[in-house]
């Protein structure tokens, strides 16, 4: 067949755009001898309800008959088991008279009653490769994947078992549920079936808007994937928009939060690891600012009440700050994502981000810094032997190995930070080459401040002794905080828990 010759026989006199809604498009051809017809194509049950006629092979029409359409429907099921989207095709002649005038051709509705089917198709639109690992990676994580389709019930039963967002063959309502049955119900019978649903079949746009909205009225966080410009209500709405860079049109990407540039369900989960990564780090640096901060403040603010002196000055404290707002931020917020983070369960909406966990691991470290470093303030002369130096000296010396001794504990504490639930914290560590050369510049720098730069920080230099026990000391913070692991925590927040143990104020009656 020489298509580009067939097709100049005939002219297109009007089209009718393909609909979400009617899940067909047609159009009206006039040919060389002035026959006009008017061609559909769609979602084969549908069309195939239109037709009165059919098509045989030799080019003569016969009658639609119940069981002949019946046996066309069941060629319909029997593709879309096979997860072959079915496209009908038909036509019927038109009356040249009844062409309507070319201003009036605007708003002209094609007709499409008694159609005589010309054709079925089944078309393969296989899953990518990769999909189903993506949504198993999703449903282990805690994140259900629901697939909204325009597709009939068999073709998305088909290809939801196919890249595994079902797994039950003989799953049925609400599991697998029509659009228009969903539409059906009212607000509170949606919000009932909506955690529910897997998979819903031959659904309009506003069915997918009507599902967003019955999951964020039930608390769930939902993410929505859309390419079309009627997706771009229910990405809108979505709390997660995310439309294709490819095929998506560009009402939907202004629609969206996130353009997926490849088109792919994979690059969700890449989404996904990345979002938890981000919250993980920033939780990461909370915990490690919040044990520096908390230990800094108790150890001056008691010293300074018992005793009138501070054994951490200003510009100790303005380096130890350095320490944990810049050179923190930089080893602890530019961790990379990992596995594991795809087997927790997602966070919720409402969920406080210093765990119960952070303080556990915050109170150990801080309890035990604070005691170490106040026993040294009050008894370091007789602990460090240096009874016999001058009083000026040996508090120089002590101030200066308490100093070393904080510094170097909120070191080793960065590594307990980067794992505040694993019991190995050196885990993937030797990739993360920004945080090791964190670590590697703060104690360079450190040694120099404390070597070199004593009238700078108001410091001495400490002997070799001094600076093994100031590692011994702060190199307890690992097996302290492994222990401290072990620790069960609580579910319940600890704010709730807090307002739990407070008096309530009996309300006064009115009489």
Not at 366 to 384: E, I, S
Not at 464 to 472: G, P, R, T
Request: hydrophobic share 45%.
């Amino acid at each position: 067949m020489k298509f580009a010759v067939e097709r100049s026989k005939s002219a297109i006199i009007h089209v009718s755009p393909f609909n979400s809604e009617k899940k067909r498009g047609g159009v009206a051809v006039i040919g060389r001898d002035s026959d006009v017809h008017v061609h559909w194509k769609g979602a084969a049950e549908i069309v195939l309800a239109l037709c009165t006629n059919w098509l045989d092979v030799d080019g003569s029409t016969h009658e639609m008959t119940p069981d002949k359409a019946n046996h066309f429907r069941k060629y319909i099921e029997d593709m879309a088991e096979q997860s072959l989207r079915c496209v009908a095709f038909a036509y019927r002649n038109l009356d040249p008279k009844d062409i309507p005038s070319e201003e009036q051709r605007i708003n002209w509705e094609l007709p499409d009653n008694d159609l005589t089917l010309i054709g079925i198709v089944g078309m393969k639109d296989p899953c990518r490769p990769g999909v189903r690992d993506a949504v198993e990676l999703c449903t282990n994580s805690g994140v259900k994947v629901r697939m909204v389709t325009g597709d009939n019930l068999q073709t998305a039963r088909a290809i939801a078992l196919e890249c595994g967002i079902l797994t039950d063959p003989q799953a049925s309502a609400p599991v697998i549920i029509e659009g228009k049955v969903f539409r059906a119900y009212n607000d509170a019978e949606r919000e009932a079936v909506a955690d529910k649903i897997s998979v819903m079949g031959r659904s309009s746009p506003n069915d997918k808007l009507l599902l967003v909205k019955a999951l964020k009225k039930n608390g769930h966080v939902v993410a929505v994937t859309g390419d079309g410009t009627n997706d771009a209500p229910a990405l809108h709405e979505a709390d997660i928009g995310l439309s294709m860079g490819i095929q998506g049109t560009e009402v939907a990407k202004e629609s969206s939060d996130i353009i997926i540039l490849d088109d792919n369900f994979a690059s969700v989960v890449k989404v996904v690891r990345w979002g938890r990564s981000v919250y993980a780090n920033i939780q990461k640096f909370i915990q490690f600012q919040l044990t520096v901060n908390v230990a800094a403040l108790i150890i001056n603010v008691v010293a300074a009440i018992s005793s009138g002196n501070v054994p951490l000055n200003a510009v100790q404290l303005l380096w130890v700050n350095l320490i944990m707002d810049t050179l923190g931020a930089l080893a602890l917020a530019t961790e990379p994502p990992t596995d594991q983070l795809m087997k927790r369960t997602p966070v919720g909406r409402r969920e406080p981000l210093v765990t119960n966990i952070m303080w556990r691991n915050l109170f150990i470290q801080a309890v035990y810094q604070v005691a170490v470093l106040l026993t040294l303030n009050f008894r370091g002369r007789d602990l460090l032997h240096l009874t016999q130096d001058t009083l000026e000296h040996s508090s120089k010396v002590k101030n200066s190995f308490i100093f070393n001794t904080f510094v170097l504990c909120q070191v080793f504490n960065e590594f307990n930070a980067r794992k505040p639930e694993e019991l190995n914290i050196f885990e993937g560590v030797s990739r993360n080459h920004l945080f090791l050369a964190v670590v590697s510049v703060t104690v360079v720098l450190q040694v120099i401040i404390i070597e070199f730069l004593g009238k700078f920080t108001s410091t001495v230099r400490l002997s070799w002794q001094l600076w093994l026990v100031s590692l011994a000391i702060a190199f307890i913070s690992w097996p302290l905080a492994l222990v401290g692991k072990f620790i069960p925590v609580p579910q319940t927040p600890l704010k709730n828990l807090i307002l739990k143990c407070w008096p309530k104020k009996k309300k006064q009656g009115t009489h």
